[in-house]
């Protein structure tokens, strides 16, 4: 019993010597320019609602649940992928005279919740396979469609840009010409069709400097160009930057830094909000060598990756926090969900809910955080 409770002292001790260490790092970020802009919690994670039980068995109840489980940590805004999808479903069982909506009925849970819902765009188009004219013929068609149907919702906050495309540098003309011209097409008609509501994008960068992968590696003033030039232009209202391309775990908080510096002050440069989305997935490898041998394997990616642990999203989450106004997430699916759909099952994704379940609620309790959305 006693050997029981040396053993939760010492972890208590270990996880507040990495909050000090956060913290002491954070005031240094604070001394540069760059305050505490945000609680250090995450507010959404992406969910990509795909699986068969999701789309054609749930009941309310069933997604009540589902999302009740991301309130009961603090997540206040819904970032939905697969929508367009969703919403093709919903009106061909419409024309057949079946009246399920998936997408209706989480817009109806965020209302009654007072969340906000982020709804992906579709992938029309890309650079080298389609012309900008049809990229953006197809996403208008969609943007009116899509708010007709659901924009009465006072849950519809906005749109979600869905291209993760390779970072571009400035030097390449035409990519970056083809881009611009998309989103801020799409955006415009964003604003048009629902002046309220915004549209976000998440794009990542790479801490490759060797090439290894064979991307060119960029330096964080050459992202900053870009993005400040790519923003003003385009008119994209928030930006939620991945805090690591590679999702590689060997990777340290003091390499993310000049990048996060980079691109927040593009996002100032161009009046663009700068979110950070804090991965809480990543591979468990200690260096390239071991990435390059579990590739050659070809192993499942779940084989070899696992959720942050909790005392290392604690520092990544508390650095982001000196950045950003606001923290999503991807990695909450599949790493942590506490109630996975059948095939989704991994271990520990009980465990990983409930380490930051606890450290949701002692933070907010620490530091009297609002867990109310700050859009």
Wanted: hydrophobic share 40%; glycine share 6%; charged share 25%.
């Amino acid at each position: 019993m006693l050997g029981t409770h040396v053993t939760h002292l010492l972890a208590l001790l270990i996880v507040s010597s990495l909050y000090a260490i956060a913290s002491i790092g954070c005031q240094k970020e604070k001394e540069s320019g760059n305050g505490l802009m945000t609680a250090p919690l995450i507010r959404s994670t992406l969910w990509y609602i795909a699986h068969d039980q999701i789309r054609t068995v749930w009941q309310k109840e069933d997604f009540a649940r589902e999302i009740q489980y991301q309130i009961d940590i603090g997540f206040d805004l819904l970032w939905l992928l697969n929508t367009p999808t969703l919403m093709e479903e919903a009106l061909t069982a419409e024309a057949q005279g079946n009246a399920r909506d998936v997408l209706e009925i989480i817009f109806q849970i965020a209302d009654e919740n007072n969340m906000h819902v982020l709804v992906d765009l579709p992938k029309a188009g890309w650079y080298g396979k389609t012309i900008s004219e049809q990229a953006i013929n197809l996403s208008k068609t969609h943007i009116r469609k899509f708010f007709e149907r659901y924009g009465s919702h006072p849950s519809f906050y906005g749109w979600y840009l869905n291209y993760e495309i390779n970072p571009i540098c400035p030097s390449e003309q035409d990519e970056s010409r083809f881009w611009r011209q998309v989103w801020r097409t799409i955006v415009a008609e964003c604003h048009r069709v629902a002046p309220k509501t915004v549209v976000a994008i998440s794009p990542f960068f790479l801490l490759d400097k060797e090439g290894l992968r064979g991307f060119r590696y960029l330096e964080p003033q050459e992202y900053e160009k870009w993005w400040s030039t790519t923003l003003a232009e385009t008119k994209i209202d928030i930006l939620m930057l991945q805090d690591s391309g590679e999702h590689l775990r060997f990777f340290t908080l003091d390499q993310r830094k000049p990048f996060f510096a980079a691109f927040a002050r593009a996002c100032r440069r161009a009046a663009t909000r700068f979110w950070i989305n804090v991965e809480t997935g990543e591979e468990d490898v200690n260096d390239w060598g071991e990435h390059f041998t579990n590739v050659a394997k070809r192993h499942k990616p779940w084989d070899y990756w696992r959720f942050t642990p909790i005392a290392w999203l604690e520092q990544k989450l508390h650095l982001a926090a000196c950045y950003a106004e606001n923290i999503v997430n991807w990695g909450y699916y599949p790493f942590m969900t506490p109630d996975p759909l059948p095939g989704r099952e991994l271990p520990g994704q009980q465990a990983a809910y409930g380490a930051y379940k606890v450290y949701f609620n002692r933070t907010v309790k620490r530091k009297s955080y609002s867990n109310k959305y700050s859009g």
